[in-house]
């Protein structure tokens, strides 16, 4: 008697025990949580190199001029047009803590770094960036693009929904900014669409069309950008980074990411007073190329 209630007992542990796992699996595979594919706001962590293709078009005579003045850090990635390795070559504008623009402001660590944040509101939708702590406005009022806007570092844009793509429209860049990394240039005639799109509730797509008929000889389509959706959490972990085993990042939001010139200063006069920032620093030098 003794052996059957026992048997009856092990009998209904493995019944309570096989219920409470099966939810869990079934869970595990049930389809990904449902999303709005109208709603791209949220933290977002880029992927991929800091550059907008892998190739781009050909320069205008103008442009291979302005290009000819550009002289990027000794950097390597697959679109190596010139690199200088000497820093007292360098004439990156962020160099000296001029903001960093955009497209450049997407990715200008690379490696997944540089969270930027998007907010709806009911008249417009805000871009906000960790570099700086700077935001652009997406205007979706009705108003038009200015024909002649006075340069802003990162332009005029309105922006308006077709179908599940949000479309964004700028113009009005101060071309003092470089497009990536690279130290690709542009000019004031550059006109930029963007198309957002989030394809689950965990990744977004991006794909940027420069047209700027002064500076390149046709249109510049980059690669398909991709983000990754970063969780509101309940602290900011500024310093850490990473990836769990689900593939989903982890780390803070979006930081205070400030280019000081205290910070430059101190940077340059006492670990590198031989580079670039050293020598404006010290001697109260202009930026080359300005």
């Known amino acids: ?56 078009p050909a320069l205008t005579e103008w442009g291979k001029e302005k290009w000819s003045k550009t002289k990027p850090a000794g950097r390597r990635t697959p679109m190596a047009f010139g690199y ?17 623009g955009y497209p450049r402001a997407l990715w200008y660590t690379g490696g997944g770094r540089g969270n930027m944040r998007i907010v709806h509101t009911p008249t417009q939708t805000l871009q906000l ?54 130290g690709s240039i542009f000019s004031d005639q550059m006109r930029m669409t963007e198309r957002y799109r989030r394809v689950d509730q965990g990744h977004l797509e991006l794909v940027i069309t420069i047209n700027d008929p002064k500076a390149y000889v046709e249109p510049w389509v980059s690669d398909k950008k991709i983000f990754n959706y970063l969780p ?19 780390g803070g939001e979006t930081r205070e990411d400030l280019c000081l010139y205290s910070e430059q200063e101190s940077f340059f006069t006492r670990i590198d007073p031989a580079g670039l920032g050293g020598r404006l620093s010290i001697q109260g030098e202009q930026p080359p190329n300005r």
């Open 1 to 56: 008697m003794r052996n059957g209630v026992r048997g009856w007992i092990v009998a209904l542990m493995t019944i309570v025990a096989f219920s409470a796992v099966a939810p869990a699996q079934t869970a595990a595979q049930s389809p990904a949580k449902p999303f709005d594919p109208h709603d791209v706001s949220g933290v977002w962590v880029p992927t991929g190199a800091g550059q907008m293709s892998a190739g781009r």
């Open 84 to 100: 200088f390795e000497g820093q007292a070559e360098w004439n990156d504008p962020i160099l000296w803590c001029d903001p960093g």
């Open 129 to 182: 960036f960790e570099r700086d702590r700077i935001w652009r406005d997406f205007w979706m009022d009705g108003r038009k693009l200015l024909e002649k806007p006075e340069p802003r570092w990162f332009g005029y844009s309105i922006a308006h929904w077709e179908g599940d793509i949000f479309v964004v429209e700028s113009n009005g860049f101060d071309d003092r900014a470089w497009i990536d990394l690279n």
């Open 232 to 250: 509101s959490s309940d602290r900011v972990q500024a310093d850490l980074w990473g990836t769990k085993a689900d593939g989903t990042p982890y």
